[in-house]
């Protein structure tokens, strides 16, 4: 079958998000033919160019998300009419509340697509004054939210060029049913939610191709996190309205959602997902990069805590080294290796220099005599350095990894220290609980002194540690690798396709019939099974598809980790030990954050 793969900011390109996710994904199921559609977020990305594709990628159309190409067309009076109403429709469902303006809006938004694929001229449209005035005019409006109410010039300028970038896909000449448009492919499969589903939305609207769509870490999250303190409240109560309305028309309209953890899931269902379409399914991670340190019998520097991770405000490292602080108090031979480079931007990188001076100042140079060189006990490394030459001697270098952060999608780094086979101490954010299960020590994110006590309990139990290792590296090979991944996602291609074909008639260049055009699942119904894909709570499948009692409670091939995690459901350590909810399905949503 012939996939339509969305993406914003990431694959093809080298940088950006998602690409490594993209890419396994793609190389795995080699079988289907990939068209990608690709928006970029800046020239820089482009300048850089793409990465190595597989011979299944046929074709690679892309768009800039961070420009808009004017197209010259000017509207008449007629179609001004029609923007105005569609656009003031569109900015009035901001500004409401209720199931009503999530109709308004879904109304609104695909009467500007219908405009610009009769008429043209939308990009120019958007960054008129007369859309200005109208979103003025429904920011005013009886009803709307105090926030709205407050919206200045500035504001308002600066809201209707943001909804405007987000909306150009709106104009572009993918949406055709000729070879390489989206009207000719099976299914679309969108990378994320926000401006990377637009065109999944679209091919849907016109072509009736089902959308398939995945998130490992939700837009809508993202946009609340990135916008806290760039922008004046008014401004960030229009667009997180506009991204609600958003976020909620695509899961409508999507025909499967796949959000990487429970998390995400939470953050769907809140945004009016509907539960029957979800279905969680776990980050496919690379474990032959971490199995060397796994599988080792060597064993790691037994007073060593390591992090690691982009070095930014969110991972909280400033109660890290408090933490580290009070356990030096109890085991002055304890060290910790901070290893990681700082986030994009000028806040991160003075952000590092912040951490660098307080450990400076909290753990001074120690020396053992007067004309000896001090040492001190914490270390801020990169990747790629004399001591750490692989991300995987990072976990090597110690026997406790540590998260501390106050704010986390899907932690990359604790999935990579379980492959390692190393005990962990995270603090109960985001997916974290989820990830390790019972495999590690969960703490109160902004508590150094909880942190001190979970790491000072596994600093101290060799046994105990290397129990909750082995039934980390247990689990994360169950659940977390690419074979997973890919087998998830083999089987949501099938089904989708099968329920929801796409109908069309294949003609060759010259006009004839193509009798094999279309792929045989769209004329097989039924629910797939058989790859690796764990039901939802109380759905069923053909009776020669279930054992002799029904549904087996953990499936083919997702069960948990029980083999080897005796130690990891005890409450033996109060709060620490965690045992999380146990998501549906396996396999990969992309890579989340580290």
């Not at 482009?46 to 800039?64: D, F, S």
């Not at 499969?189 to 998130?215: D, I, N, Q, R």
């Not at 954010?429 to 596994?458: F, K, Q, S, Y």
Request: a negative charge.
């Amino acid at each position: 079958m012939r996939i339509g793969l969305l993406t914003e900011g990431g694959y093809p390109y080298v940088t950006g998000e998602a690409r490594l996710w993209c890419d396994r994904l793609v190389r795995g199921l080699d079988r289907h033919e990939f068209d990608i559609f690709a928006l970029s977020r800046s020239a820089h990305q482009e300048e850089q160019g793409w990465i190595q594709l597989p011979p299944q990628v046929h074709r690679v159309r892309t768009a800039p998300l961070w420009t808009a190409e004017d197209d010259g067309v000017v509207y008449g009076r007629r179609a001004r009419r029609r923007f105005a109403g569609h656009w003031g429709e569109l900015a009035g469902a901001i500004c409401a509340e209720g199931g009503a303006a999530e109709d308004r809006f879904a109304n609104a938004l695909y009467g500007l697509a219908d405009l610009e694929r009769e008429e043209g001229g939308l990009a120019r449209a958007l960054r008129s004054e007369a859309a200005v005035d109208a979103l003025e005019k429904a920011c005013r409006a009886p009803g709307a939210p105090r926030a709205a109410r407050e919206a200045r010039v500035a504001d308002l300028l600066t809201v209707t060029g943001l909804i405007g970038r987000t909306l150009r896909p709106l104009s572009l000449d993918w949406y055709e049913e000729v070879e390489g448009g989206l009207g000719a492919v099976d299914l679309c499969h969108a990378a994320s939610g926000g401006a990377a589903a637009l065109p999944g939305l679209l091919a849907k609207h016109f072509y009736g191709v089902p959308l398939l769509v995945t998130e490992y870490g939700v837009q809508l999250r993202a946009h609340y996190l990135g916008a806290a303190g760039a922008l004046s409240a008014p401004a960030r109560a229009l667009l997180a309205g506009f991204h609600g309305r958003l976020a909620t028309e695509v899961y409508r309209q999507a025909t499967l959602i796949t959000p990487g953890n429970t998390h995400a899931r939470r953050w769907q269902e809140r945004c009016g997902a509907d539960k029957a379409k979800l279905r969680t399914v776990y980050p496919g991670m690379e474990a032959s990069r971490f199995a060397e340190v796994g599988e080792s019998t060597e064993l790691a520097d037994p007073d060593t805590l390591v992090w690691v991770g982009r070095i930014e405000p969110s991972k909280d490292l400033i109660a890290l080294l408090h933490a580290f602080a009070e356990i030096r108090k109890e085991e002055p031979k304890a060290r910790l290796r901070i290893v990681g480079a700082p986030a994009d931007g000028p806040e991160a990188a003075t952000y590092l220099a912040h951490c660098t001076a307080l450990a400076a100042q909290l753990f001074p140079d120690e020396a053992e005599g007067v004309h000896a060189v001090g040492d001190n006990p914490v270390s801020f490394e990169e990747i790629g350095g004399p001591e750490v030459p692989e991300l995987a001697d990072a976990y090597a270098a110690g026997s406790v990894v540590v998260l501390s952060s106050v704010v986390e999608g899907f932690p990359i780094s604790l999935v990579e220290a379980m492959f390692c086979g190393r005990a962990t101490v995270s603090t109960d954010v985001g997916a974290v609980v989820e990830v390790i299960g019972g495999t590690g020590l969960v703490v109160p994110p902004r508590n150094p002194r909880a942190l001190a006590d979970a790491c000072l309990a596994l600093l101290r139990d060799t046994e105990r540690r290397d129990r909750l290792g082995a039934a980390a590296r247990a689990r994360a090979l169950e659940l977390f690798t690419v074979d997973q991944n890919i087998a998830a996602f083999r089987g949501i291609y099938l089904e989708i396709v099968s329920h929801h074909p796409v109908r069309r008639d294949a003609l060759d260049e010259a006009g004839e019939p193509q009798p094999f055009a279309n792929p045989a699942e769209v004329y097989v119904p039924g629910r797939w099974t058989g790859s690796g894909l764990r039901e939802e709570p109380g759905a069923s499948g053909p009776s020669w598809a279930l054992g002799a009692e029904g549904p087996s409670e953990g499936g083919t091939n997702a069960g948990r980790a029980d083999a080897g995690r005796t130690d990891a459901g005890r409450a033996d350590a109060g709060r620490t030990d965690a045992a999380g909810d146990e998501p549906v399905g396996v396999g990969a949503a992309g890579e989340g954050e580290r």
